[in-house]
């Protein structure tokens, strides 16, 4: 390989590290052909990227964006080295798992992750890392919670409701008409006053 095309591979290197948070350091030696083939397609179907590298370069590429940040996985840069790179967190670590159990064998080895900042080395890693919980796993359970109280309050109001329903409501009283108005009373004009009798007229003196 001429020093050209080294750097043209740092120069991609240093743009998938630049644009994934999450990335998996594997090893795949031992690995048939037939069997990264099938690696790769197993990343392609989860949208994982796969690049086969040499160490040396992938440390250069590394120490050229931020030699302090990526410190935690040099150690883990011998043997063959093939990278994943990943915008979710877990889907390597399960691409990893499956493909072993389908295989049968030991291999491809995780030898680092980096995950979000955080350095996790060694294969014994791997079963933690198939259960990390993404960003919207995250985000779901704390709507769940969030929603939780809300749905306590709701449920005990249609429950409520409900055996309101289920009790027999009281038969309904008649309603009996009252005749408010009294039947009209006929208005009698008061009478008037008699005429007094005439007194007699005395008898007349003889």
């Not at 410190?71 to 990278?83: C, I, K, M, W």
């Amino acid at each position: 390989m001429t020093k050209q095309e080294k750097n043209d591979v740092i120069e991609v290197l240093k743009g998938k590290f630049s644009q994934y948070n999450n990335f998996y350091i594997t090893d795949t030696e031992s690995l048939t052909v037939a069997q990264v083939t099938t690696l790769r397609s197993h990343c392609f179907d989860k949208q994982v990227e796969m690049r086969v590298a040499k160490n040396t370069l992938i440390r250069k590429a590394l120490e050229s964006l931020d030699a302090e940040k990526y410190s935690g996985v040099y150690d883990s840069l011998h043997n063959v080295t093939a990278l994943l790179f990943s915008e979710n967190p877990k889907d390597p670590a399960m691409i990893l798992s499956s493909f072993r159990k389908e295989s049968k064998g030991e291999k491809p080895e995780l030898k680092a992750a980096f995950i979000n900042g955080d350095v996790f080395v060694g294969d014994n890693q791997l079963i933690a890392l198939t259960k990390i919980k993404t960003k919207n796993e995250l985000i779901g359970e704390v709507i769940g919670l969030l929603q939780a109280p809300i749905q306590r309050v709701l449920g005990a109001l249609q429950n409520k409701d409900a055996a309101a329903e289920n009790v027999a409501a009281p038969a309904p009283v008649a309603e009996v008409a009252v005749e408010t108005a009294a039947a009209p009373v006929e208005e009698v004009a008061p009478a008037a006053p008699e005429a007094a009798a005439p007194e007699a007229e005395a008898p007349a003196a003889e």
